[in-house]
Nanobody, 120 residues
């Protein structure tokens, strides 16, 4: 059974930094793509950043140049380093693991979410 546990959220001032972590269990972590999503109050959940099993990364336009996603396969952990935070980065951040079965069916697994609040 796949489990994802996020940590590292909190309250930070505009311009500050936070590092989120997501520890996975119950899966061969190195084979899975990993993503970070966020959901602001009253808005839909949106993709923030992703990293493939091979280490290729992608970012949403609003966070390019400020956020960095990385992974440590030995620790089964994915990270999101967030710098130059602004109020629009406020929201609940969710870790997402993607698996495909032999038929190509996609399965998504989610963490419980961690709150990030950027205050001015």
């Amino acid at each position: 059974q796949v489990q994802l546990v996020e940590s590292g959220g909190g309250l930070v001032q505009v311009g500050g930094s936070l590092r989120l972590s997501c520890a996975a269990s119950g899966t061969i972590f190195s084979l899975n793509a990993m993503n970070w999503y966020r959901q602001a109050p009253g808005k839909q959940r949106e993709l923030v950043a992703g990293i493939s099993s091979g280490g290729r990364t992608n970012y949403a336009d609003p966070v390019k140049g400020r956020f960095t996603i990385s992974r440590d396969n030995a620790k089964k952990t994915v990270y999101l380093q967030m710098n130059s935070l602004n109020s629009e980065d406020t929201g609940v951040y969710y870790c997402n693991l993607v698996k495909y079965d032999s038929s190509g069916t996609r399965y998504d697994y989610w963490g419980q979410g961690t709150q990030v609040t950027v205050s001015s």
